[in-house]
């Protein structure tokens, strides 16, 4: 296998990897709370939805689920709204299986209301998805940007010379004579003669 050849697939490998990685990333889910047990309830809470990649919608999913803690006949549900305008809601009773909400929403601040009592545990949890917003860019920056080092890489190898290996000069070694052992018993020793 030629040198070209590996390195085609050391990119190939590269390209899936980056790819595959940022496939990933861009699937992870925010986790944010609006009402959960052992927290504070409250009735109204502001969330803030900010966006990765301009005015980019961004993928929201919405769980929730009531609970009572003695026997109760109640009205349950949430609404989510926007400049006082209703974007997503659910209303039932207590017992009823709480519908959540899956959407997109654009950047802006909104507000999510939890309709309960003081005798029911109310969870509502927003999940964002942010960078599912931009997964496409990404992969798509994430390969130009991979072929434009590759392409750099080439051209450099290409183009700049490799640095030449200076030749070892054989006319100049230096030449080390072997020197006698010390002996211990001897003060003097006899003078170095040269050969």
Partial sequence: MSK??????IWLVAIVFINGLW????DNEVPQ???RPGADFSEQRDVVIEGILGDSSIPVRLECDFIPMEEVISEIGWELSKDGVI???WRGNIGESCAGWQGELSPGNYVVNTISNSSIEATIILYLAPFKAIQFTGHLLFTITFFSIV???IIGKK??????KPKPDVDNKLMFEQV?????????????KPT
């Fill in 4 to 9: 070209l050849d590996k390195n085609k697939i």
């Fill in 151 to 153: 392409g750099i890489e």
């Fill in 23 to 26: 496939a990933i990333i861009s």
């Fill in 180 to 192: 006698p052992e010390f002996d211990e018993e001897r003060i003097w020793q006899d003078p170095i």
């Fill in 33 to 35: 709370s609006i009402n």
């Fill in 87 to 89: 974007v997503a809601s």
């Fill in 159 to 164: 183009y700049w010379p490799e640095k030449k």
